[in-house]
């Protein structure tokens, strides 16, 4: 198995709640480390750039506003296919469709404030880990 490194959102659905301790418990019992974090709050422009790749879709408006909501806690984490591994771990995109066990199904509220946001592939990774995180930030 490669080690990998992922890019990992906690929503401000969840730091409003005050979840993030038990969202780190989450991905650290599936063998994820957390290499790098930093709590911020997106601009309008930071939110619309990250989430460019959605820019047609009828949700980004919506979304947009809810990423610039409340803080977010950005992260990288690392560990064996780290990209798959926490896609696994954070569950389906809809709460209603996220298995036992998964942070969306316990943690999320809906498919818009679904708690955390992972990247979905090894590219994507490295360009949304590099959009949050100087390399002199990321202590493996
Ligand atoms: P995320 O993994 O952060 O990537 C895009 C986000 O858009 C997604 O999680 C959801 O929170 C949000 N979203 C809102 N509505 C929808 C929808 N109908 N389908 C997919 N994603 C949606």
Same mark, same amino acid.
């Given at each position: 198995?490669?080690?990998?490194?992922?890019?990992?959102?906690?929503?401000?659905? !969840?730091?409003?709640?005050?979840?993030?301790?038990? #969202?780190?418990?989450?991905? *650290?019992?599936? +063998?994820?480390?957390?290499? @790098?974090?930093?709590?911020?709050?997106?601009?309008?422009?930071?939110?619309?750039?990250?989430?460019?790749?959605?820019?047609?879709?009828?949700?980004?408006?919506?979304?947009?506003?809810?990423?610039?909501?409340?803080?977010?806690? !950005?992260?990288?984490?690392?560990?064996?296919?780290? #990209?798959?591994?926490?896609? *696994?771990?954070? +569950?389906?995109?809809?709460? @209603?469709?996220?298995a036992p066990g998964t942070i969306r199904k316990d943690f999320a509220e809906s498919i818009e404030a679904n708690s955390v946001h992972g990247s979905d592939s090894l590219d994507n990774a490295k360009d949304?880990?590099?959009?949050?995180? !100087?390399?002199?930030?990321?202590?493996?």
């Open positions: 198995m490669t080690t990998e490194r992922t890019l990992s959102i906690i929503k401000p659905d !969840a730091t409003r709640r005050n979840l993030t301790g038990k #969202v780190n418990a989450h991905l *650290e019992a599936a +063998g994820l480390r957390i290499v @790098a974090q930093k709590r911020l709050w997106l601009s309008r422009a930071q939110a619309e750039a990250f989430y460019a790749v959605h820019r047609d879709r009828p949700f980004f408006n919506d979304l947009v506003k809810f990423m610039t909501s409340g803080p977010v806690v !950005a992260q990288v984490l690392e560990g064996p296919n780290a #990209v798959a591994k926490n896609r *696994e771990v954070m +569950g389906a995109t809809n709460p @209603a469709n996220a949304e880990i590099s959009f949050f995180f !100087a390399r002199t930030e990321i202590v493996g």
